[in-house]
């Protein structure tokens, strides 16, 4: 049985406040180099997108990356400058503020960052990067097969 149509009363605007996620979290294996106080910190990633990515840390390194007592100061935001090694010729430098930090196993953390400053052209290189995966990983649709 066939559903009614209904229409909808409300007009959907086009520059409402809501984002339109215009690249998924691709799960891609590249490294992840911090540039902190005390010297480089070398993370691998899980997940990046145009506007945020996932590592994987260590449980007895997460006290590098993210205070004890972050949780207690709301207001104050964590950004560690990075470099983002993707292949042997593309890398980013970015700023990257801690959006959340979560138990990923025994051995280690799921910490999510924003990428909080990235120049135009970089941020250009990696959206072109990040099509150029999806169409690498995501299969044809094949009408006989």
Avoid: W
Wanted: with cysteine.
């Amino acid at each position: 049985m066939l559903q009614p149509m209904i229409v909808t009363p409300k007009i959907l605007d086009r520059n409402s406040n809501s984002k339109r996620n215009r690249f998924p979290k691709l799960s891609l294996n590249y490294s992840v180099t911090f540039q902190l106080a005390t010297g480089e910190f070398h993370a691998d990633a899980l997940e990046i997108s145009h506007d945020e990515l996932r590592i994987i840390c260590p449980a007895g390194d997460i006290p590098l990356l993210v205070p004890r007592t972050a949780h207690h100061r709301p207001g104050e935001k964590i950004i560690h400058s990075a470099t983002l090694q993707f292949e042997e010729d593309f890398s980013i430098n970015a700023k990257l503020q801690v959006l959340g930090c979560r138990r990923y196993s025994q051995q280690g953390f799921n910490v999510a960052f924003r990428i909080a400053e990235l120049g135009e052209t970089q941020l250009k290189k990696l959206e072109g990067f990040l099509i150029a995966a999806i169409r690498k990983n995501v299969p044809t649709a094949n009408m006989f097969g």
